[in-house]
């Protein structure tokens, strides 16, 4: 058998992307990943205020507005110079890694736990093992046979009215489920035990930023004044406020999404051994100590990660207009310059009118990938493919010798009896972005900590002035704003000329990792992932291929640019 398979709309995501898989017999011998919408928020920012630019970035997307309108921020502050009062980079990071947590966990409950976790089957769980089951992992007090048995009555009342809802189009018994049904109704009661956390952790990004989503931001700071005795500003009762939420996200973390995340995985072992793809890693570094963007002080180091060699981490110079260049030979776009060449972002180009390539235009039947076929560039480092997102950072933390990452990745092989190689598989980026939020968590609270201590001693600044009105501003600047994001390494380049943007360029994650082939026919870190070790039981349900796409957690939405289909016009907007 050789046919073509299509998955569109890969569903469980944020955007429209579509997979085509072609098969040698049972197996995925090519991948192609295609992002289907197109976006423009790049030259909608083209003449405006610098210190404006984040309120737009943020509308790249409706899930990730915080990462953007932080990368945003950065940009300029890059471009101008401007350091950080420390109590402004404490807040950020602290509302970066509740955005990790928070987006980690959705992602694991309600985007991807559903390939591993047969909804249906739950129904048939016995509520007292599943209690027994569920006590022997962890001391999560929510737990008893009652519980379950309420739990799965709720189930019942889904599957019986015909409607299931929210657990809606699933491959519901398909032989590729492995867990035993008292799992999947643990499983299934930590999905709508973390619909409603989610909803109190999101209140931190409100506390700090005034909303959520779409929190405010400012160049050179924080929007947030601190005053203790202050109804209007950060005051004794919201720090108190966000005290609690850490802590709810630390005991969720560490009652409940690691001991889920190994317990389903012991079940799933053989996927340590498939969608590995490009064994290239990289992060751009991230959460700094101080107030200044220093990488010998983030977190998250910098750097990049070739061929699995753990042993070198090569450095990353976002700067270098050498290093990062994006490609269009198959993407739908034209380069002034012709689509071989590459562009560093500081040059890119997404002007509209090199968008429309000779009717290359869904619908189709099929994608035609000796040519264009995506909606989205094909970014590279010195050349090479990369994959971003929380594998590449687990991977550069454990090379680099963090001892919390060493003594978590060590603890999760020893438990599901796996190499050190698993961790390059489907499987291995999945556990990647549970462990990251172990760390994250704890490390939260001593930023928290920081926060308090520097209040106390006397220190309330949020925002640096310097630099803040454009006659002080350099004819023409350069900026990068880069940061990680919950998918990976996302960066904003920005050009400004006498006091306003010249150009502007955001590269994301789910660029890098989901873009098309480039002039080379190297494939994206999705198309990779795919061609390693992938066989379908039914290609009529693929569930193999949605497992390892949403290992990912793809958001196409920030990574294309929008258009009208049919007349290539940028939504218009009157105010009267």
Not at 185 to 213: C, S, T
Not at 549 to 557: E, G, K, N, T, V
Request: proline residues 6%; charged residues 20%.
């Amino acid at each position: 058998m050789s046919e073509r398979i299509v998955v569109d709309p890969v569903t469980r995501i944020e955007g429209h992307l579509r997979i085509e898989a072609q098969m040698d017999g049972v197996n995925i011998a090519q991948a192609y990943s295609s992002g289907t919408s197109v976006r423009g928020l790049e030259t909608i920012l083209k003449g405006r205020d610098p210190r404006d630019a984040w309120a737009f970035a943020q509308r790249i997307c409706g899930v990730c507005t915080l990462v953007h309108g932080i990368a945003s921020v950065r940009s300029v502050e890059d471009a101008l110079k401007i350091e950080l009062p420390p109590n402004a980079q404490l807040i950020r990071n602290l509302m970066i890694s509740s955005q990790f947590v928070h987006d980690h966990v959705m992602h694991f409950y309600h985007l991807h736990a559903l390939d591993w976790v047969d909804v249906v089957s739950s129904l048939s769980a016995d509520p007292k093992a599943t209690s027994d089951l569920a006590q022997s992992i962890s001391s999560w007090p929510k737990s008893s046979p009652g519980y379950f048995a309420d739990t799965q009555k709720r189930i019942k009342t889904f599957v019986e009215s015909g409607q299931l809802g929210i657990f809606a189009n699933g491959y519901w018994g398909h032989p590729a489920y492995k867990l035993p049904p008292e799992a999947n109704l643990m499983a299934v009661a930590h999905y709508l035990e973390a619909l409603a956390w989610q909803r109190d952790v999101a209140r931190l990004h409100a506390i700090f930023g005034g909303k959520n989503p779409h929190p405010n931001f400012v160049v050179g700071g924080v929007p947030s004044p601190i005053d203790l005795n202050s109804d209007s500003a950060i005051n004794s009762k919201r720090l108190a406020e966000v005290q609690q939420i850490l802590q709810s996200m630390q005991t969720f973390v560490d009652q409940v999404y690691v001991p889920d995340t190994l317990a389903i995985a012991s079940f799933y072992k053989d996927w340590g051994e498939r969608g590995e793809g490009l064994g290239n890693f990289m992060s751009y570094g991230d959460l700094p100590a101080t107030g200044t963007m220093d990488p010998a002080q983030f977190l998250f180091p910098r750097g990049a990660i070739l061929n699995r060699d753990l042993s070198t981490i090569h450095e990353i110079d976002l700067h270098d207009q050498g290093q990062i260049q994006e490609y269009v030979a198959h993407s739908w776009y034209e380069y002034s310059g012709g689509n071989d060449q590459g562009l560093h972002p500081f040059d890119g180009e997404t002007d509209l009118e090199y968008d429309a390539r000779g009717g290359v235009k869904p619908p189709y039947r099929q994608l035609d990938v000796d040519d264009g076929y995506s909606w989205i560039k094909a970014p590279r480092w010195k050349g090479h493919a990369m994959e971003v997102g929380p594998l590449a950072r687990v991977l550069m933390l454990y090379a680099s010798g963090h001892a919390q990452t060493k003594e978590l990745v060590e603890m999760t092989l020893t438990t599901l009896d796996l190499p050190v190689r698993a961790l390059y598989s489907t499987l291995g980026r999945t556990a990647a972005r549970t462990l990251e939020s172990k760390i994250l968590t704890d490390t939260a609270q001593g930023w928290y900590n920081e926060l308090i201590a520097n209040i106390k001693a006397g220190d309330s600044r949020t925002f640096n002035e310097t630099l803040w009105e454009p006659s002080s501003w350099p004819a023409e600047a350069r900026g990068t704003g880069y940061m990680e994001a919950p998918r990976g390494s996302l960066g904003h380049w920005i050009v400004i000329k006498n006091g306003k943007i010249a150009n502007y360029q955001a590269v994301v994650p789910s660029t890098w990792n989901a873009g098309p082939r480039d002039p080379s026919n190297q494939p994206g870190a999705y198309e990779a992932a795919l061609q390693d070790n992938h066989q379908l039981f039914d290609v009529k349900q693929p569930i193999e291929i949605l497992r390892t796409i949403h290992s990912f957690d793809p958001c196409i939405a920030c990574a294309v640019h929008l258009i009208d289909p049919d007349t290539g016009e940028q939504m218009e907007i009157k105010i009267a």
